[in-house]
């Protein structure tokens, strides 16, 4: 099966958050999207459900190669490759992803919640120091950014908990919380959550509150106004589909933003981020 069959023909204007939107300065637009369309390939060849756990890690692999200037197989990791040397950045961050990639490909239970917040190392963390890499901003940063990051991927595990199960046979929901609570990994394939499921999901969500509070003050951190501005409508748009997540049952129930309720939380939420960038910044 070639590369090309894989694709999901899934867009940057389609993923639960802010993909380089145009809140981001033009300049720095085309390297994040030279990152976004390689990592979202490679997403589609790790989700693929009728592709071969090794014709997945072959083509993982020659991406992973491309990108390190071993090949030019994979047309994502040559412009990737070219858009990280125009402006001096470290392949780093991509090759983490791919780990992640790898771990979708052979690993499909996770333990605990450490567990599963080491693969969001791997799968989301690397995402926003690559942002943060393209706008010149410092490493010191990423604790913050790591917890927000790991947020938004437990935020995505939630809401896709079922069609994970059913479409690939990977649970990101921790073995033990599912033990806790009573709940089996056969409930996932349910028309709707039983309580004890819907008690994993709330709790886990419940969890995730946590991150999301310690990382509120992210955005205030940034130098860069409109990346910040960006940070925060995430920020934002994470709380309240967590909170949605903290009280609905995501397997009968819509736990999604339409642009419509994006529109409107970022504009409720536009006027204190102005005044409390203002208030930093004197």
Not at 76 to 98: Q, W
Not at 181 to 191: C, F, K, M, Q, T
Not at 256 to 278: I, M
């Amino acid at each position: 099966m070639s590369g090309t069959a894989l694709q999901s023909g899934k867009g940057h204007r389609d993923e639960n958050f802010p993909v380089a939107s145009r809140l981001i300065a033009p300049r720095h637009r085309p390297p994040v999207m030279a990152f976004y369309r390689f990592v979202r390939f490679a997403d589609d060849i790790a989700d693929h459900p009728a592709a071969t756990r090794e014709e997945k890690l072959r083509l993982l692999e020659e991406m992973r190669a491309t990108l390190a200037g071993e090949s030019d197989v994979s047309p994502e990791g040559v412009a990737l490759r070219a858009a990280l040397a125009e402006r001096g950045l470290s392949p780093s961050h991509a090759f983490d992803l791919l780990e992640a990639f790898r771990r979708d490909v052979t690993k499909l239970r996770y333990a605990d919640w450490d567990e599963l917040l080491d693969y969001c190392r791997y799968s989301a963390m690397p995402v926003g120091r690559f942002v943060l890499a393209v706008h010149g901003e410092g490493e010191d940063l990423w604790p913050l950014n790591d917890m927000l990051c790991a947020a938004l991927q437990v935020i995505n595990h939630l809401q896709d908990c079922a069609k994970d199960y059913r479409g690939l046979n990977r649970v990101y929901l921790p073995a033990d919380a599912l033990a806790a609570a009573g709940a089996r990994i056969e409930d996932l394939a349910a028309p709707a959550a039983g309580p004890a499921l819907k008690q994993v999901i709330h709790s886990l969500a419940a969890k995730n509150a946590d991150l999301l509070a310690r990382a509120r003050p992210f955005a205030r951190t940034i130098a860069d106004g409109r990346l910040a501005l960006e940070v925060d409508l995430i920020q934002t748009l994470a709380e309240d589909l967590n909170a949605k997540l903290m009280r609905r049952d995501p397997l009968s129930e819509p736990v999604h933003h339409s642009k419509l309720d994006a529109a409107r939380l970022f504009l409720g939420r536009l006027p204190r981020f102005a005044f409390q960038r203002l208030v930093s910044r004197a």
